[in-house]
């Protein structure tokens, strides 16, 4: 990261250990992953132990250590999904795209990662793409969502189904109903 950059997310920062959640997700948030570089300088400006910081970075999921695609799938593998064929999601993935969870194409667009639950089980198998929710997936569907996200972009992308728009719409009552049943 940039010096001027971490600059400006650690201004009225410093000295306050308390903040240390926060830098760290607008690092995140503005580069994709938290440099090993940036965490030194977190650690001196903050007051935090070098050790904390990195115990942090690694313990939450949000984290990355390291360089995230531009696009990020994520497929539930809580029971619910993997009944109903998550399995089969991950190894579409594998073929399409050649990586597997934790991985990153070489050219930087995809990211794929999986999760043991994402709280909307009666919809599964539950894919996340980009935050993105898209319900009742499969291998077909979501063969076609990569395609489409790697020839267009994901502001143009139809859903899984075809329908403009819609995986957006079913997004937010799919994360607003996740977020009831917690």
Request: net charge positive; glycine share 10%; with cysteine.
């Amino acid at each position: 990261m940039s010096v001027l950059t971490l600059e400006s997310i650690l201004k009225g920062r410093r000295s306050q250990p308390h903040q240390l959640i926060e830098v760290l997700h607008d690092v995140q948030e503005r580069y994709g992953y938290i440099p090993e570089e940036d965490m030194r300088v977190i650690s001196r400006e903050l007051g935090v132990p070098q050790i904390e910081v990195y115990r942090v970075a690694s313990f939450y999921k949000a984290f990355s250590l390291k360089p995230r695609g531009r696009n990020m799938i994520t497929i539930c593998t809580g029971t619910a999904c993997h009944v109903r064929g998550a399995r089969l999601l991950s190894k579409q993935v594998l073929g399409q795209l050649g990586i597997s969870p934790g991985d990153t194409t070489e050219d930087g667009q995809f990211t794929l990662e999986q999760v043991n639950c994402l709280g909307s089980c009666a919809l599964g198998p539950v894919v996340v793409l980009n935050g993105t929710y898209y319900d009742h997936m499969t291998p077909s569907k979501l063969r076609s969502l990569i395609t489409s996200v790697s020839e267009k972009g994901m502001e143009d992308t139809d859903d899984a189904n075809g329908e403009k728009g819609e995986g957006r719409k079913r997004s937010h009552r799919i994360a607003q109903a996740a977020s009831l049943a917690r």
